[in-house]
């Protein structure tokens, strides 16, 4: 999979986050795969993702969102479009 897979816009608020080049963002990045990826980092890449799509993840859920590739399929299970 390559960092082409993932939407640009998501893409670029992991990558500022998480201060790591776009390139690095890929759907297998997660917790575990990127070292700056911790829990205050998580929580601010999920409250800047809600802001930019527009949605609001299950408070229960959002522990769960720990790769790119769950956060992608969350933000299409809530309809919106990548």
Same mark, same amino acid.
């Given at each position: 999979?390559?960092?082409?897979?993932?939407?640009?816009?998501? &893409?670029? +608020?992991?990558?500022? +986050?998480?201060?790591?080049?776009?390139?690095?963002? *890929?759907?297998?990045?997660?917790?575990? *795969?990127?070292?700056?990826?911790?829990?205050? &980092?998580?929580?601010?890449?999920?409250?800047?993702?809600?802001?930019?799509?527009?949605?609001?993840?299950?408070?229960? &859920? +959002? =522990?769960?969102?720990?790769?790119?590739?769950?956060?992608? *399929?969350?933000?299409? =299970?809530?309809?919106?479009?990548?």
């Amino acid at each position: 999979m390559s960092p082409q897979q993932v939407p640009s816009s998501l &893409r670029d +608020i992991l990558a500022d +986050i998480l201060e790591i080049s776009p390139d690095e963002v *890929t759907p297998e990045a997660g917790v575990g *795969t990127v070292d700056s990826w911790d829990s205050f &980092r998580h929580l601010q890449a999920i409250l800047a993702i809600e802001g930019e799509y527009g949605v609001q993840f299950d408070p229960q &859920r +959002i =522990a769960e969102l720990t790769t790119v590739a769950l956060i992608q *399929t969350e933000l299409e =299970a809530k309809g919106v479009a990548l």
